[in-house]
């Protein structure tokens, strides 16, 4: 069983950048797809970005899409979301977690989750 813990979160203006972190133990995050959600106050919990095992490929929202990086870090035990340009909507708790199966826009489609880390930008 894998666990996932997120960091990087903070407060930040916008237009600026943050790099929030994805650290995994157990059963490792090299041979999963990985995505990134966020959920503001309120809100169901969204679909950011995820990465494809094996292939790489990346996939976005179209809400962060030129400006949200997804990544692996060499080690494979590490997921990246870079964000630039940042606006007040981004403000959000933002969760890694495992995919599971189907499509990786879908939250009920990943199977192990984070605990969170809060980002805010202010106007």
């Known amino acids: 069983q894998a666990h996932l813990a997120e960091s990087g979160g903070g407060l930040v203006q916008a237009g600026g950048s943050l790099r929030l972190s994805c650290a995994a133990s157990?059963?490792?995050?090299?041979?999963?797809?990985m995505g990134w959600f966020r959920q503001a106050p309120g809100k169901e919990r969204e679909f950011v970005a995820a990465?494809?095992?094996?292939?790489?490929?990346?996939y976005y929202a179209d809400s962060v899409k030129g400006r949200f990086t997804i990544s692996r870090g060499n080690d494979k035990t590490t997921v990246y979301l870079q964000m630039n340009s940042l606006k007040p909507e981004d403000t959000a708790v933002y969760y890694c977690?495992?995919?599971?199966?189907?499509?990786?826009?879908?939250?009920?489609?990943?199977?192990?989750w984070g605990q969170g880390t809060q980002v805010t930008v202010s106007s």
């Open positions: 977690a495992h995919h599971w199966f189907g499509t990786y826009d879908t939250a009920r489609n990943y199977n192990t």
């Open positions: 990465v494809v095992w094996g292939s790489d490929d990346t």
């Open positions: 157990g059963d490792g995050i090299s041979s999963y797809t």
